[in-house]
């Protein structure tokens, strides 16, 4: 790090040239960046479409992103039950790839927390379909 200086906006150029390729880690990195309007502007929709079209191709951070849509609901109706599903098919995946990710430790215990245990079956149930909806089955 030394002598280098991080340039956000030089970063989602080149990231953006790795999501026209489709690949899934810098289309789901294109959508967080939007998210928080690091190196991009802030524009919840932009995304929520990276992200979706990250997690359509299986990727770990899309669908993370799209449980902090349906857990604050942004640009989606708010949904604790989905935004756990979400969550857990994260964690799955983080572990899948032998990535340790503590925000999703944290999102589930958070939740897990919030929710009755009638409602975390029903987060439960969500997953099958969502895996499906994404490629993961």
Known sequence: RDGITQNYQLAYQWIKKAAEQKEPEAIGRLGAMHMTGTGANEDFQK??????????????????????????GIKVEQSLELALAHY??????????????????????RLKNQ???????????EIPRLKKDYGLL
């Open 47 to 72: 995304g929520y479409d990276y992200s979706l079209e990250a997690a359509k191709l299986g990727n770990y951070t899309g669908i993370f992103d799209l449980g902090q849509f349906y857990e604050h």
């Open 88 to 109: 857990l098919i994260a964690k799955e995946l983080y572990l899948k790839n032998d990535i340790k990710d503590e925000l999703a430790d944290q999102a589930i215990l």
């Open 115 to 125: 929710l009755s245990a009638a409602q975390i079956q029903q987060a439960q149930q």
